[in-house]
T-cell receptor, first 114, second 114 residues
Framework: DTGVSQDPRHKITKRGQNVTFRCDPI?????LYWYRQTLGQGPEFLTY????????KSRLLSDRFSAERPKGSFSTLEIQRTEQGDSAMYLC????????????FGPGTRLTVT | GENVEQHPSTLSVQEGDSAVIKCTYS??????FPWYKQELGKRPQLIID?????GEKKDQRIAVTLNKTAKHFSLHITETQPEDSAVYFC?????????????FGKGTMLLVSP
């Protein structure tokens, strides 16, 4: 499968715990995006990288959230001290920068904070 | 920042009928407008997109139209089939992010009855 992949697909954690998600983009794509989707809503932008540089962060991204893309390939999204309000689907997408802006999404990681 | 409104929130049609979903955007500088289809429990899939230099684009049974003056764009599905049932999201680029990130509408649940 040459599409965007995410791991894990599901994560259940207790409030206050830290969690980390991984995204592997389409191999030739140098842009990588993180979105969050709650039930009945469209995806909401969190942050994006071009290669290893984090170029933008949404105001939705509190200090408890951090994302990295150390080698410009896969990315990780960490949430520290999880809260029940963090329960959502975390989606990763990737795109190229050749003038085409199509973003292709991964299957998502569903986080449940109990 | 960009704001995208989508209507209707739900749409029920009979198989073979046409379906139209409409979106408006707030920033006249937005220049890229994709549509995604999301089936239950699956990733959003890009189905068609349009850029601000064209007014209409077709791909088999689906088409998208763009009215830059009115700042709205629409998805048209003809000869609907039960497998078209899904949630459809429109989106627009955010000029404030260098046209890199997407702002999504809240989605339209399309139900096609046999």
């Amino acid at each position: 499968d040459t599409g965007v992949s995410q791991d894990p697909r599901h994560k259940i954690t207790k409030r206050g715990q830290n969690v980390t998600f991984r995204c592997d983009p389409i191999s030739e794509h140098n842009r990588l995006y993180w979105y969050r989707q709650t039930l009945g809503q469209g995806p909401e932008f969190l942050t994006y990288f071009q290669n290893e540089a984090q170029l933008e962060k949404s105001r939705l991204l509190s200090d408890r959230f951090s994302a990295e893309r150390p080698k410009g390939s896969f990315s990780t999204l960490e949430i520290q001290r999880t809260e029940q309000g963090d329960s959502a689907m975390y989606l990763c997408a990737s795109s190229g920068t050749s003038g085409r802006s199509e973003q292709y999404f991964g299957p998502g990681t569903r986080l449940t904070v109990t | 920042g960009e704001n995208v409104e989508q209507h209707p929130s739900t749409l029920s049609v009979q198989e073979g009928d046409s379906a139209v979903i409409k979106c408006t955007y707030s920033d006249s500088a937005s220049n890229y407008f994709p549509w995604y289809k999301q089936e239950l429990g699956k990733r959003p899939q890009l189905i068609i997109d349009i850029r601000s230099n064209v007014g209409e684009k077709k791909d088999q049974r689906i088409a998208v139209t763009l009215n830059k003056t009115a700042k709205h764009f629409s998805l048209h599905i003809t000869e609907t089939q039960p497998e078209d049932s899904a949630v459809y999201f429109c989106a627009a680029t955010s000029p404030s992010s260098g046209y890199s990130t997407l702002t999504f509408g809240k989605g339209t649940m399309l139900l096609v009855s046999p």
